[in-house]
């Protein structure tokens, strides 16, 4: 289960970097004109953060056997593509609907972190 984790954070990582170039170079007018600038910004910063998160989950589960751990893993890997996927679509579709969709994500993130705690913590 690592191993997926692993390549999630991995995939997450470089996704993150290329979107974070693209909206500060060819996206930056349009960004600042629709005055979404700040959301693409957060959905990027959420994402790497994540990344990072599932990568270390992925070195952890070598370490300790937990299904509280595996659990934790999907659970930031569904919120990050939920949060931050939501206020992409935002920031490209112009359609604030979408933010209603971003709460289920950061409850996954922080189910997520919560599970990380409780796996390390029962270990």
């Not at 569904?78 to 920031?91: R, W």
Request: charged residues 10%; hydrophobic residues 55%; contains cysteine.
């Amino acid at each position: 289960m690592n191993k997926l984790f692993l390549q999630a954070g991995a995939l997450l990582g470089a996704v993150g970097v290329a979107l974070g170039a693209f909206g500060a170079h060819a996206l930056k007018d349009k960004l600042m004109a629709s005055g979404r600038m700040d959301t693409f910004e957060t959905a990027v910063k959420y994402q790497f953060y994540h990344a990072l998160a599932l990568i270390l989950v992925g070195i952890i589960a070598k370490e300790i056997a937990s299904k509280n751990l595996v659990y934790s893993g999907y659970s930031l890997l569904a919120g990050t593509l939920i949060f931050s996927g939501s206020l992409y679509l935002i920031c490209f579709t112009g359609i604030k609907t979408f933010g209603a969709i971003a709460p289920i994500g950061g409850t996954l993130m922080i189910a997520g972190w919560l599970l990380f705690f409780w796996a390390v913590l029962k270990n």
